[in-house]
């Protein structure tokens, strides 16, 4: 068995008129053309041992169990890869349900097509596939077949980690979609393109084309951001900026516990250290900072519960109430167990695939559970409830709790007023108070630190209470009502004629006074300058000229932004059963 080619679609394509994302396979099966899964000795029971759960996949029948009922009767060897790759992506956390393979021309060659999430998850699962099948075919031990499984789910678990959009971002991409607003991914992070041309917007992550670099500036510097915030009358708790160690003792003193120790520049809770009650928790917290910044800041710990508020564009959009990653004793099971037994909440998975992340049991979790006088061998007593974090993300298995609608008018109007004191258009801001319900001047509470590019995850799905939509705020901001996001574009195929086409209409559109980009067979130019050199009709030119920041019309050459040539041999194969151009 042999795979000739992998190709991935990411638009319109012949194969189906929804799925736009699409791997297509060739795979030539060699001998197994002979072969038929019924005809494998032992294939069908292996390959339920493996994957159980494929009794769901309903296939032809369309009910369950309709796949297995094929894989007994006799089906071929790309069919059964087919679903293979499907169900592999389910059980990484990327459920997606087309697939197709068909015959080719050649004996034994097949166009095996399926759907995917994530490009670089469905091309690794496409090799698994064929892998697997042939571990299954073969007489390899059972149990490392499993265990190679094991392995490939996990390996594309990681895969999606490190290159999809994260939950902001992911978001911010996915309304624009919703609204016919284009996007092109700049890199393979978060710096993103919404609408082509000269109408664009950029993202990374939450910062946007709007936020003020000094305002960014000022948020990453939690002293600059104290100082500000308490000259124009917010609340902040008391505390210090200090470089040296000799100089912790003294300002501890100063400060009292408990306190907080936390890196001057830090980010996501990285190196803050909270609840401090005694100096040598101070100097092992101390330790932990200064691997991220060389000053620190120790400041009087404020009482009450942790939230976050988030404003886009100068208006509270939602707050939530932040839990550190804990587990509440029964009085039967170790701590160990508890996290375990937590982690198995259908809610919790991977990095960023569910609502909440598993809690991953690290050195800052044998501190906080030594620290309360426990092991992770201990039974918790029943109704205990054990901090295993210091801090309340979410990424570290932490819980949010919508109370947006319990906000007091008072502190809605400070903390819209905060995010105009620092700047920023888009602001998380950190509080600790009793609640948000009562004015922060009247209980207590008080602003620990304002963030650049917050995090959207803990509004956009809750463990508790409404998601928020934040999302929409953020393209409201950057695509006020009425505003484009599109640039004419002019695409032209055909036989012959058709770089003289592109010419003379590039040119009449110039005459108009319009900036356009176009591509030929010698090259891609915005307005009669030659940017590049060479044969530029394929997607790659098209999306240069649609990511010039000048261009407010684009005449392409035999080419579609979305998807590649569109030359004569492609609308053919629009009605050909089994030949694609793409």
Not at 186 to 191: A, E, R
Not at 355 to 365: A, F, G, K, R, S
Not at 381 to 409: Q, W, Y
Not at 531 to 547: E, F, M
């Amino acid at each position: 068995m042999e795979i000739l080619e992998i190709r991935t679609l990411r638009g319109p394509n012949y194969w189906s008129g929804y799925w736009k994302k699409l791997i297509i396979m060739r795979l030539d099966i060699g001998d197994f053309e002979e072969r038929p899964s019924d005809k494998i000795e032992g294939f069908y029971g292996r390959m339920n041992e493996v994957l159980p759960t494929l009794l769901k996949h309903g296939c032809s029948y369309g009910e369950e169990g309709g796949f297995l009922r094929r894989v007994q009767e006799g089906t071929w060897a790309g069919h059964i890869i087919e679903h293979f790759a499907l169900e592999l992506q389910t059980l990484a956390g990327m459920d997606t349900g087309y697939g197709r393979t068909r015959e080719t021309g050649e004996r034994g060659i097949y166009n095996v097509v399926f759907s995917y999430h994530e490009e670089e998850v469905g091309r690794y699962a496409a090799k698994a596939s064929v892998r697997l099948f042939l571990e299954l075919a073969g007489d390899r031990p059972i149990e490392e077949v499993k265990a190679d499984v094991f392995a490939d789910i996990q390996k594309m678990r990681e895969i999606r980690e490190d290159v999809r959009f994260g939950p902001s971002t992911g978001s911010i991409v996915e309304e624009a979609v919703n609204r016919g607003i284009p996007y092109i991914r700049l890199n393979d992070q978060s710096l993103v393109q919404l609408g082509y041309g000269v109408y664009q917007k950029r993202i990374q992550a939450t910062t946007t084309a709007n936020t003020n670099m000094i305002a960014v500036d000022i948020a990453g510097n939690k002293h600059a951001t104290k100082t500000l915030l308490g000259d124009m009358g917010v609340p902040v708790p008391k505390g210090y900026r200090i470089r040296n160690e000799e100089e912790l003792e003294e300002t501890v003193e100063r400060v009292g516990f408990p306190l907080v120790i936390k890196p001057l520049d830090g980010n996501h809770g990285k190196g803050a250290t909270v609840g401090i009650k005694s100096i040598d928790e101070a100097k092992i917290a101390w330790e932990k900072a200064k691997e991220y910044s060389r000053w620190i800041i120790v400041e009087k710990q404020l009482v009450g519960s942790d939230f976050r508020a988030l404003v886009v564009n100068n208006r509270l959009i939602a707050v939530a109430e932040r839990v550190p990653a804990h587990v509440v004793g029964d009085g039967e099971h170790t701590i160990e167990q508890l996290i375990e037994i937590t982690n198995s909440d259908p809610r919790r998975g991977y990095g960023h695939e569910n609502v909440l992340t598993e809690i991953d049991i690290d050195n800052q979790t044998l501190r906080c559970i030594r620290k309360a006088g426990y092991e992770l061998s201990s039974v918790l007593p029943k109704d205990e409830r054990l901090f295993l974090k210091t801090t309340a993300n979410i990424s570290t298995g932490g819980t949010a709790i919508d109370v947006t609608d319990e906000v007091h008018p008072e502190n809605v109007f400070l903390f819209e007023r905060i995010a105009r004191i620092i700047g920023l258009d888009v602001a998380g801001i950190d509080v600790i108070a009793p609640n948000v319900s009562e004015p922060l001047h009247e209980n207590g509470g008080g602003i620990i630190e304002v963030n650049a590019a917050p995090g959207f995850r803990m509004h956009l799905a809750p463990s508790e209470g409404i998601g928020r939509n934040v999302a929409e705020h953020v393209i409201d901001m950057l695509f006020p009502p009425g505003a484009k996001s599109r640039v004419p574009i002019f695409a032209i195929t055909g036989t012959n004629g058709k770089t003289t086409t592109t010419r003379l209409i590039a040119h009449i559109l110039k005459g108009t006074g319009r900036t356009v980009g176009f591509t030929t067979t010698d090259g891609t130019y915005i307005q009669n300058q030659q940017i590049v050199r060479g044969d530029n009709t394929g997607p790659v030119s098209a999306q240069l000229v649609l990511k010039d920041p000048t261009v407010d019309v684009a005449v392409l050459y035999g080419t579609s932004p979305y998807q590649g040539e569109v030359g004569r041999g492609l609308i053919i194969s629009r009605f050909t059963k089994n030949w694609y151009k793409g």
